[in-house]
């Protein structure tokens, strides 16, 4: 090992906090909630301007790679299986749930639309229970048969419960060898997935579920990968020049060739940043951006799509011109993540932090 090799090294066993990585999560959550307005908008997603903010799904997974690599990776052993899957459940469950009953008030009470009264309650209480416990019941034709009817975005928050669990049980001690070859193969089935569906938009419904798997799969694999390589690129590059970079990944335009570009911004362009984001200087000046973005991030993406489906309504109903439709969706953004970070403050914080004090009396 040369000496830069061991410094890189030595960087990553810090446990140091990568705070342009948290950055840069909170910008693709803001992608992710644009693209959800625009899509309604757009049903053609060659006339959307953010036609891949799908994509920030495939960098939240890679990144979570990253993370729980780094996090877990020598000191699962010491902490159990138990102790990690009650980290794991503190840190994401109670903003499942809250997805879960925002999505159900904003289904009963949506000013502009829906008709709760047709679904009957036995079924609104098994929906409600799926989204709550994570069980795919994709039974809403008019919600296009999202796994999480009540909670669209959910449907990567199973995926990412499922990663958990296999690296827990496999993917903690396996060797690099092997880490490489199942990246390599699932590389492999991304692309395929990609040239069959035209896109790598699936994962999130009744007909693509098993899209999401390609998904969480190799990215999650990447970003592990990332990590126990010490794949390091040390650059003068900071939060905003990288923040450039991410946000090109979904601007980029929807054609005919998504079969090609998706995969490789999936598979080379998101464990580039990842790597990049890693060695890149941030300046103290934007440290409390970063560290606001990275904290709410989650909260934005499990919280926002309840104003989406009432937004959806709306614009069938009113159909709002360009000037207005601008400043409706530029208002609502701002207020969907001042909601997020009222929802992290009064909510999140204090109840993870209620179950970790349980925990460690337990």
């Known amino acids: 090992m040369n000496i830069r090799t061991m410094q890189e090294s030595n960087i990553l066993k810090t446990k140091q906090h990568f705070e342009i990585l948290d950055g840069l999560r909170g910008v693709a959550a803001l992608a992710v909630v644009v693209f959800h307005f625009m899509e309604i908008v757009y049903s053609d997603y060659s006339k959307n301007f953010i036609a891949h903010g799908f994509l920030a799904v495939d960098f939240f997974f890679c990144l979570s790679g990253f993370v729980i690599g780094y996090a877990y990776d020598d000191r699962i052993g010491k902490m159990g299986l138990t102790e990690f899957f009650k980290s794991r459940i503190i840190r994401l469950h109670p903003l499942v749930i809250l997805g879960s009953v925002l999505g159900l008030l904003g289904f009963l009470f949506d000013p502009f639309g829906g008709n709760p009264e047709l679904l009957g309650l036995g079924k609104l209480v098994l929906i409600f229970l799926s989204s709550v416990f994570l069980i795919p019941y994709p039974v809403m034709s008019e919600r296009y048969f999202n796994l999480f009817s009540f909670n669209a975005p959910?449907?990567?928050?199973?995926?990412?419960?499922?990663?958990?669990?296999?690296?827990?049980?496999?993917?903690?001690?396996?060797?690099?060898?092997?880490?490489?070859?199942?990246?390599?193969?699932?590389?492999?089935?991304?692309?395929?997935?990609?040239?069959?569906?035209?896109?790598?938009?699936?994962?999130?419904?009744?007909?693509?579920?098993?899209?999401?798997?390609?998904?969480?799969?190799?990215?999650?694999?990447?970003?592990?990968?990332?990590?126990r390589s010490n794949w390091i690129i040390k650059t003068k590059m900071g939060f905003l020049s990288l923040s450039v970079l991410l946000a090109l990944s979904f601007l980029f335009p929807y054609s005919t060739w998504n079969w090609l570009t998706e995969p490789i911004v999936v598979i080379f362009y998101f464990p580039l940043i990842i790597a990049l984001g890693v060695g890149a200087t941030l300046s103290e000046g934007l440290r409390k951006l970063c560290q606001f973005s990275g904290k709410i991030s989650y909260p934005l993406y499990m919280t926002h799509y309840a104003a989406l489906w009432m937004f959806g309504h709306y614009y069938s109903s009113h159909k709002p011109g360009g000037t207005q439709l601008f400043f409706i969706i530029t208002v609502s953004t701002i207020l969907l993540v001042g909601i997020a970070w009222l929802m992290m403050t009064i909510y999140d914080i204090p109840v993870r932090k209620y179950l970790t004090e349980m925990r460690k009396k337990a």
């Open 154 to 227: 959910a449907w990567s928050l199973f995926w990412e419960y499922v990663a958990n669990i296999v690296y827990a049980f496999v993917l903690y001690k396996i060797s690099p060898r092997y880490l490489r070859l199942l990246t390599l193969l699932f590389a492999v089935v991304i692309c395929m997935v990609c040239y069959r569906s035209g896109s790598l938009m699936g994962g999130w419904g009744k007909d693509s579920f098993w899209d999401g798997f390609a998904r969480i799969s190799f990215s999650f694999l990447a970003g592990m990968l990332v990590y």
